[in-house]
Every structure is written in structure tokens, then in C-alpha cells.
């Protein structure tokens, strides 16, 4: 597609559900990149994937969450038995294809998806 | 891990009016973007500029690698660039980016 693309764009979901939120990144691009804003904060990083693999899962809060990317495109992350605390909008984020745009690494935004746990 | 800092955390301009916009990190930097963040969440890329001076219509920006600071022109502004705007670095290869807490800018007509 033409951009960065996130499903659902909202999630309700009650304490202690399963959520998974889905991430398409812009084709051919080599990584991805999942993000979360709480209300009215900045940007925190989760986990970056380079291809399939995940180098850095240092931004991950807690044991309950997890992501995968499956043939280098769509990404999924996991959230296990929600808290309230886990509330926020998640972002994703892609960059770099070689073989379109030079090495800039510039990243590109999807428009999120908003989880509100009750 | 690389700092930045940006500033003012927040502005309120007249319509008409110009502005800029600073962010301070505290490394050297492969990578730097500023982003609009509109109200409706989305992120909107307005330049991908480590070093050197970029304009687009309205809105310039020029990093000063050597100095570690960056700024963000924006000039006659008009409600529509209302939002908050993001600050983003990082220091090697295609690893994440680390973000300022933003500016928060209202124009008012």
C-alpha cells in the first residue's frame, strides 16, 4: 500500500482480555517499528523488528506483551491479559527500502490504533 | 542513551504570526525528523534532515550536526498548524528513534 496502515484503529477491551493489533508496513520496507504514546506524552518505544528478527525488545513493559513479523511484512503485537495501565495509542512505524529510496531511514507513521481498557 | 530536549513545551501564536521551534540532543545523530502530530493523532513527516537546512513551502528546518541542535521555521502561521510537534533522533543504523516530549502550538485566529 501506499502507506503505513494499523488495525483496529480502536480497541476496547475489558481488564484482563487479550488484545492484538495488527501493523502493515510499507512494502519492501526492511524494518518496523512499534511505538506507544500515553495521553497527552511523548513517543516510547516497544520493539523494532530488522526483517523477521527482533534486535532490540528492550522497550517492552512488561512480560505480558509480545510482537512477531511473519515474511518480512505484517507485525503483530500482543498484549496478554490487559491492564488499565496499558491504555495509550500504539504506533507503527516502517522504514528503509533499498531499492526504492536511498538510504535514508527515514520512518513513516501509521495513524494507530487507540486501546482503552476498562 | 542519546537525550533530547525541546522547546518551548508550549506556544501560542496569532494567526500571521512566525515561530521556531528547538530541539537539543545530546549525541552525535545519523538520523533526525520533525513530525506534526495533528489532532486526530496521526503523525505527519515534515523533514528528514541529520544536517544541513531544508525549506517546504511555509516551514524550514536546519540542523547544526556539530552543535547538536536543530530548529523548525515556521512562518505566516495559520490554524492548520496547530498540533504538537515531535523532535526525533537516533545514532546508528536503522535503530529506533528517540523522541523529544514536543511543542505544543495553538494558533488562534
Known amino acids: 500500500g501506499a502507506g503505513v496502515s494499523q488495525s483496529p484503529s480502536n480497541k476496547v477491551t475489558e481488564k484482563g482480555k487479550d488484545v492484538e493489533l495488527r501493523c502493515d508496513p510499507i512494502s519492501g520496507h526492511t524494518a518496523l517499528y512499534w511505538y506507544r504514546q500515553s495521553l497527552g506524552q511523548g513517543l516510547e518505544f516497544l520493539i523494532y523488528?530488522?526483517?523477521?528478527?527482533?534486535?532490540?525488545k528492550s522497550g517492552l513493559p512488561s512480560d505480558r506483551f509480545s510482537a512477531e513479523r511473519t515474511g518480512g511484512s505484517v507485525s503483530t503485537l500482543t498484549i496478554q491479559r490487559t491492564q488499565q495501565e496499558d491504555s495509550a495509542v500504539y504506533l507503527c512505524a516502517s522504514s528503509f527500502n533499498p531499492r526504492v529510496q536511498a538510504i535514508t531511514y527515514e520512518q513513516y507513521f501509521g495513524p494507530g490504533t487507540r486501546l482503552t481498557v476498562t | 542513551g542519546i537525550q533530547v530536549e525541546q522547546s518551548p513545551p508550549d506556544l501560542i501564536l496569532q494567526e500571521g504570526a512566525n515561530s521556531t521551534l528547538r530541539c537539543n540532543f545530546s549525541?552525535?545523530?545519523?538520523?533526525l525528523q520533525w513530525f506534526h502530530q495533528n489532532p486526530w493523532g496521526q503523525l505527519i513527516n515534515l523533514f528528514y534532515?541529520?544536517?544541513g537546512t531544508k525549506q517546504n513551502g511555509r516551514l524550514s528546518a536546519t540542523t547544526v550536526a556539530t552543535e547538536r541542535y536543530s530548529l523548525l521555521y515556521i512562518s505566516s502561521s495559520q490554524t492548520t498548524d496547530s498540533g504538537v510537534y515531535f523532535c526525533?533522533?537516533?545514532?546508528?543504523?536503522?535503530?529506533?528513534?528517540?523522541f523529544g516530549k514536543g511543542t505544543r502550538l495553538s494558533v488562534i485566529a
Open positions: 523488528f530488522q526483517g523477521n528478527s527482533a534486535p532490540d
Open positions: 549525541d552525535s545523530v545519523n538520523n
Open positions: 526525533a533522533v537516533r545514532n546508528s543504523g536503522n535503530t529506533p528513534l528517540v
Open positions: 534532515i541529520p544536517s
